[in-house]
């Protein structure tokens, strides 16, 4: 149980496009769940809080206008990188807490995003 | 202010030996900590929850509140223990240390 499953795994986009990552909980009802950034050989950086029905709570440095995040259902958050650039280019994962306490925080598999 | 800390990059040990990884952390209440593994190529999984006080794949982790440390320790290393290995601290979000690869030769 707990599971969060992330897509898409992989995207490939050209400079300038947007690309849409969704975040969902399979099997239980996620009012919170968050948004990291991880870079190579590197720890995973919170990037922002997606609370559903609200607006999200984003991490200092982290551009809300290029990080646009919607959490409009229990289990669903997506994020939308805007006027993507090539810096842009790296690994987002996305995180839920479970109702029971013993799943700790369950993370989706990732998704590397290129721009090229 | 909120912070992880796991000191070591990398920690090479061979089959057998034992392994403990560091973690300290700083926070002002009553710590939640995690630890977390991810074998390559796989999603990030959680190993340890300071609160259960259980041992899963061999490894525990207690919590020392006067030294504000959560290091994960085992006894005999596995060559499938190799993988990064991540401390977490909750607060009401999950702030991550730097993680350590754990390298385990034959």
């Known amino acids: 149980g707990a599971v969060v499953s992330q897509h898409p795994s992989r995207v490939i986009c050209k400079s300038g496009t947007s690309v849409k990552i969704e975040c969902r909980s399979l099997?239980?009802?996620?009012?919170?769940m968050f948004w990291y950034r991880q870079f190579p050989k590197q720890s995973l950086m919170l990037m922002a809080t997606s609370n559903e029905g609200s607006k999200a709570t984003y991490e200092q440095g982290v551009e809300k206008d290029k990080f646009l995040i919607n959490h409009a259902s229990l289990t669903l958050s997506t994020l939308t990188v805007t006027s993507a650039h090539p810096e842009d280019s790296s690994f987002y994962i996305c995180?839920?807490?479970?109702?029971?306490?013993?799943?700790?925080?369950?993370f989706g598999s990732g998704t590397r995003l290129t721009v090229v | 202010a909120q912070r992880v800390t796991q000191p070591e990059k990398l920690l090479s040990v061979f089959k057998g030996a034992p392994v403990e990884l560091k973690c300290n952390y700083s926070y002002s209440g009553s710590p939640e900590l995690f630890w977390y593994v991810q074998y390559s190529r796989q999603r990030l999984q959680l190993l340890l929850r300071h609160i259960s006080r259980e041992s899963i794949k061999g490894f525990t982790a207690d919590l020392n509140k006067g030294e504000t440390s959560f290091h994960l320790k085992k006894p005999f290393a596995q060559e499938e223990d190799s993988a990064m290995y991540y401390c977490?601290?909750?607060?009401?979000?999950?702030?991550f240390g730097t993680g350590t690869r754990l390298q385990v030769f034959p």
């Open positions: 977490a601290l909750n607060t009401d979000k999950l702030i």
């Open positions: 995180s839920a807490r479970p109702p029971t306490v013993k799943y700790g925080y369950t």
């Open positions: 099997d239980f009802q996620a009012t919170t």
